[in-house]
């Protein structure tokens, strides 16, 4: 296990899921879809996926949270 202690700095954009990052608006690292990745790429407006705390919990409300299933899935890692 490695923990990269360097990214606790407030120049570093790598958080947790659902975390509030340390600027003067709050955005939280949300998961988002491939289509909304793929309709930001071809829109060319990375603002659309940034999200205000508020915005999160309507999102979660509105969508459920995408970032449950990763708490259930079980993967295997190959042998080295």
Do not use: C
Not at 21 to 30: E, F, K, L, V
Not at 41 to 46: F, I, K, V, Y
Not at 47 to 58: D, I, R
Not at 71 to 76: S, Y
Request: hydrophobic share 40%.
């Amino acid at each position: 296990m490695l923990i990269d202690w360097s990214q606790n700095d407030r120049n570093k954009t790598t958080v947790s899921v659902y975390s509030l990052r340390a600027t003067p608006a709050p955005t939280a690292s949300t998961p988002v879809s491939w289509e909304e990745v793929r309709a930001v790429s071809g829109a060319g407006d990375p603002a659309s996926l940034s999200f205000l705390a508020h915005e999160v919990l309507a999102r979660v409300a509105r969508t459920g949270d995408m970032f449950a299933p990763v708490l259930t899935h079980v993967q295997e890692l190959p042998g080295l």
